[in-house]
């Protein structure tokens, strides 16, 4: 399957730890990349190579994987992490890519 | 500084052909696949294909094959998705993406198609 799957909401009380995750059968050879999307705005890179930071993003980011499924987790949650989060990797070809389904955060 | 900056917003009739630009600068413009996502309204990002500028070698989406064309001018640093003939579920934003890891992102271009 070239589909990538993820929970379409989850929420985090303020300060608190979330973690999202993404499943499909391309996880298990390929990275995966995560993409914070605030209403109105482009995606922003916030994960890559399923662990990496880009310069500017919190280290309360970070980025894991086992077999199947990667995750993205956000230790101590703030208001500004409410959005809209997307996975993203290869296809199990190789030649193309594929979004996941998207998980709204919710910081309460 | 990398920026991939897109063409303004559309407004167009059914059957009308359209396209729309990405262009880049700031970095090696032919060194980068620029890849095109779509996102409906209300919806998700949907992958629709990409394009390596130096060659114009092209990977389409099976989803989008055979509706769009992707291309590039590389002479003048610019990626372009096009439509021979809209329809109104051609109604989105479609942002353009540098590969590998879609770190730099155009603002976005939406387009409505009515009829």
């Known amino acids: 399957s070239s589909e990538l799957t993820q929970d379409p909401a989850v929420s985090v009380a303020l300060g608190q730890t979330v973690r999202i995750t993404c499943q499909g059968d391309s996880l298990r050879t390929y990275y995966a990349s995560w993409y914070q999307q605030n209403p109105g705005q482009a995606p922003v890179l916030v994960i890559y190579?399923?662990?990496d930071r880009p310069s500017g993003i919190p280290d309360r980011f970070s980025g894991s994987s086992s077999g199947n499924t990667a995750s993205l987790t956000i230790t101590g949650a703030q208001a500004e992490d409410e959005a809209d989060y997307y996975c993203s990797s290869r296809d199990s070809s190789g030649n193309h890519y594929v979004f996941g389904t998207g998980t709204k955060v919710t910081v309460l | 500084e990398v920026q991939l900056v897109q063409s303004g917003a559309e407004v167009k009739k059914t059957g009308e052909p359209l396209r729309i630009s990405c262009k880049g600068s700031g970095y090696s413009f032919t060194s980068h696949w620029i890849a095109w996502v779509r996102q409906m309204p209300g919806k998700g990002l949907e992958w629709m294909g990409m394009?390596?500028?130096?060659?114009?070698?092209?990977r389409y989406s099976p989803s989008f094959q055979g509706q769009v064309t992707i291309s590039a001018d590389k002479s003048i640093n610019t990626a372009y998705l096009q439509w021979s003939s809209l329809k109104a579920s051609d109604t989105a934003m479609y942002y353009c993406?540098?590969?590998?890891?879609?770190?730099?992102w155009g603002q976005g271009t939406r387009v409505t198609v009515s009829s």
């Open positions: 190579d399923k662990s």
């Open positions: 394009i390596y500028p130096d060659d114009s070698d092209t």
């Open positions: 993406a540098r590969r590998p890891i879609f770190d730099y």
